[in-house]
Each structure stands twice: as structure tokens, then as C-alpha cells.
């Protein structure tokens, strides 16, 4: 079956910085990826790995372990503006019937002043 | 600038009354998705199109049918909706295996 957990909410300040924690249990694997959802709208891509380690971009860090089924999402020098929902989500295969994303419920981020 | 449109933005219909959901890119992908969202919940894949071929989700209610008449356009038919359909319907598309890009969305109210 496929799991995919992440905390349903967290809150922080501004300049401060925050990690969502994100596993994962699929039956297969070839990428995660982490978007951004405010509040009405759609998700906007973010990050995506699919070898482990970090992959920086910006004030938005992802990091992958694949054997440990386990992400992370780090948002460095908090602005009001991050106040959304993150999204973990994962491909289990190449396949072609495999190419869509199952998303995780969400981490709604409160950042406030 | 290249995008993904849905049309209407906000859509009501009525308890059993068929709808149509449409969805056109400008992004020249060949896989097109079909997501829905409810409050507060994760998007939920319903089916996807990898070009032609369609790839329908076990557990998508045959109430839901969609189709594909070209690259560009796929739409979202509810046959009977009910009062648990409402929801935001959420369409992506994506080339191949890179990331989906979403559309803004289309939020539908069953009455």
C-alpha cells in the first residue's frame, strides 16, 4: 500500500528557519517531490529528489533518504509570505502508469511576526 | 506565457446534474492529470493521460470520466454528481517524468 506522512501543522517566526518532515512507504520509487499550497490555490513545484542527499535552491532546502523512506524540507529566513501548506509527494515508478504524483495530506505552516 | 487553463474557475450544479470540467495547457506536455482536492485533504489522483493512453486510479468512482480529444485539451465529466463531489478539481500536466505544473484550479459546489 502507499503511506505517506508529514505533520499536519507547524508554526514558526519570521527569519527563523523550519524543517517538514516527510515518509514514505510505496510500492516503488523514482522521485519526491515538495510543493507549495496557499490557502484557495493550486500547488507550485518546489523541489524534487530522487538520488539521496540535499539539494539547496535558494532559501528552500530538500533532503532525501531513500533507504530510510524519509525527506525533508528546510525553509531558511522565514517570511510572512511562506504561511502556506507543503506538500510531500512521491512517483513510484517509471512506468508510465507510475508517473503520477501521490501526494501526502499537507503540513500547514503558520509564520507569524 | 506558457500555462494551464481550467475553465470556469467556479463551477455549481445541482444534485445528479451532469458537469463539465475543461482543462487546455500551452505547454506542449504529453501527460495530463486529474486531481481532486478536498478541505483540508491531499489531492487525489484520478486518472492521467500519458499521451494517448489513459491510466484510470482503482479507486476512481465510475461516476468520473474524462477525455482527451487532443495534446492540448482533456476534460473531467462528472455523470452524477453528488453531494461528496464537491470539491477542487485540480488538473497538471507534465512531460513526461518532470514535475506536474498545475492549473489554478476548478472549485465545484454540488447543491
Known amino acids: 500500500g502507499q503511506n505517506i506522512d508529514q505533520p499536519t501543522e507547524m508554526t514558526a517566526t519570521e527569519g527563523a528557519i523550519v524543517q517538514i518532515n516527510c515518509t514514505y512507504q510505496?510500492?516503488?520509487?523514482?522521485?519526491l517531490f515538495w510543493y507549495q499550497q496557499h490557502a484557495g490555490e493550486a500547488p507550485t513545484f518546489l523541489s524534487y529528489?530522487?538520488?539521496?542527499g540535499l539539494e539547496e535552491k535558494g532559501r528552500f532546502s530538500s533532503f532525501l533518504s531513500r533507504s530510510k523512506g524519509y525527506s525533508y524540507l528546510l525553509l531558511k529566513e522565514l517570511q510572512m509570505k511562506d504561511s502556506a501548506s507543503y506538500l510531500c509527494?512521491?512517483?513510484?515508478?517509471?512506468?508510465?502508469?507510475?508517473?503520477?504524483?501521490?501526494f501526502g495530506k499537507g503540513t500547514t505552516l503558520s509564520v507569524s511576526s | 506565457d506558457a500555462m494551464v487553463i481550467q475553465n470556469p474557475r467556479y463551477q455549481v450544479t445541482q444534485f445528479g446534474k451532469p458537469v463539465t470540467l475543461s482543462c487546455s495547457q500551452t505547454?506542449?506536455?504529453?501527460?495530463m492529470y486529474w486531481y481532486q482536492q478536498k478541505s483540508s485533504q491531499a489531492p487525489k489522483l484520478l486518472f492521467h493521460?500519458?499521451?494517448?493512453?489513459?491510466?484510470n486510479e482503482a479507486d476512481t468512482p465510475d461516476n468520473f470520466q474524462s477525455r482527451r480529444p487532443n495534446t492540448s485539451f482533456c476534460f473531467l465529466d462528472i455523470r452524477s454528481p453528488g453531494l461528496g463531489d464537491a470539491a477542487m478539481y485540480l488538473c497538471?500536466?507534465?512531460?513526461?517524468?518532470?514535475?506536474?505544473?498545475f492549473g489554478p484550479g476548478t472549485r465545484l459546489t454540488v447543491l
Open positions: 497538471a500536466t507534465s512531460r513526461d517524468y518532470s514535475f506536474p505544473f
Open positions: 510505496t510500492s516503488g520509487f523514482n522521485g
Open positions: 529528489n530522487v538520488l539521496d
Open positions: 509527494a512521491v512517483r513510484e515508478s517509471a512506468a508510465q502508469a507510475g508517473t503520477a504524483l501521490i
Open positions: 505547454l506542449n506536455h504529453n501527460v
Open positions: 493521460y500519458y499521451d494517448k493512453d489513459f491510466n
